[in-house]
């Protein structure tokens, strides 16, 4: 039995899946130990890993983190506190013998999507994550796309409005997750309603008909697609899928992103399809995985 | 002595190079004749080739076309009266045992800028047309980039201004090429200026220091820089090439454009390299001598 580890290390938790024979049998979370410039983080993994084998051999282990990553080596991921980490070493020096893939979070959840939910199907895609922030992930021919320096599918900091109204956390102003990230709407409801609101809380107004709920909602839709028609008419994705803990708005939320997209997508890309992710938190543990499993078995 | 033949087939001119051993040694001009819904253009092509081949070994001949082409086949190109046409079919029963390769004309100009200017040293990189209009190309690890339905690189349409305050020929409002192109420029200079004025003229008064026209040519690259920057943010390019007649204002221009871009750019993508394209109208001819190369011999 093939046994492959997935293991997304984010700033607050470590998710561990293991995987047998292409499912996930298991998965373990553990907290994200930042003590010591993080040099816990890795070691507590590896014991966990420890814990959760049996008697099936490991021949691969795969690590999605929050900062570029080539060749194995992290080069820098401030919410871990790490600087440039060896993380594969580490890895190696536990496990001999396998597998060991280091890649960036973003693009790990691209990759989990575009194998799980789209099944493979999708020769290019692209992954928008809703969530605090805005981040993608872009996979082509089935693998992921890192770009030049690994920054590809920095969508989030699309500029979709003008007149400098909104400064960004990454300096800049305007960019489209100033206002159609879970914060971005939140800041627009305090603007439009007066009130202190959770996305969630925006949405679920919106769903029952408030109107000035729908107009904040409609505003981060327009940006967004502003933001996704950029991306298509310069990539010219088949699937766009959108994730994120926004997304959780589900279909409701689809259906204005299709209704909007059109109207500023060139006309040869107007038919990208628009779909929901679907592996919510799990999607960098799946990709982790695949890119094992990309590496071994393709 | 291997001969290829690189074709760019445009609305007004054909433009037929002949490459003995990666060298152009010869190009020809015809003009298009877009008769009888452009069914002479292949036969006087084929013509032409007869002509200015000698006794070497034709091995490949690579046509770029204005519209979008897969399998030899292309799906339409208004500009020349063209529906579906199977070219392909058309130059294999002249020279059989040939390679024959049908690309769209931005990716050729594309690929043969990145082949041949850049010296196949950016992994990644993109073309951008400034002409009448804007177009762009893609080349990743050395090939063009499609895209899903052959759309990647149209990024003259990426949105770069709000309240529809200019309507662009493809239907939508307020693309970069209603702003970047030669005559987005020209129209700015009506207005700012009110006066009726070529792009050259334009850049010819601003590199003088006439203030109105380097408000022009400002608004221009601002614009511009937005849609590079969404661009950068996207794919991570190791180099963005600037081509087209717009861009033999030269160094002029290119300085402007690199001190902007720096400005919307995300600050991993900010070290994009910005360079002038060097190839001018023979950038597709040189494209489809390369496509046809990079078939045979790598």
Known sequence: MNCIFGVDIGGTKVKIGKFINDELIQKEEISTNKQNKGTYIIPEIINKINEMKTNEEIIGIGLGVPGPAVDGIVYGANNLGWGIVDIKSEIINEFPNIKVEVINDANAAALGEAKKT?????????????????????????????????????????????????????????????????????????EVMGKELSCK??????????????????????????????????????????????????????????????????????????KLASLGNDAGMYGCFYQIKGETND
Chains 1, 2 share one sequence.
Do not use: W
């Open 118 to 190: 789209l099944k493979n199907e999708a020769k290019n895609m692209i992954l928008v994550t809703l969530g605090t922030g805005i981040g993608g992930g872009i996979v082509i021919n089935g693998q992921i796309f890192n770009g030049y320096n690994g920054s590809a599918g920095e969508i989030g900091h699309i500029k979709v409005e003008h007149g400098n109204k909104r400064k960004c956390t990454c300096g800049l102003y305007d960019c489209v997750e100033c206002y159609s990230s879970a914060a971005g709407i939140e800041k627009t409801a305090r």
């Open 201 to 274: 809380e925006i949405f679920d107004l919106a769903k029952n008909g408030n109107v000035e709920a729908m107009k904040v909602i409609d505003d981060a839709v327009d940006k967004l697609s502003i933001a996704l028609a950029s991306v298509a008419n310069t990539i010219n994705p088949e699937v766009i899928l959108i994730g994120g803990g926004v997304s959780k708005a589900g279909e409701f939320l689809l259906k204005k992103i299709e209704d909007v997209f059109v109207k500023y997508a060139f006309h040869t890309v107007k038919n990208t399809k628009l």
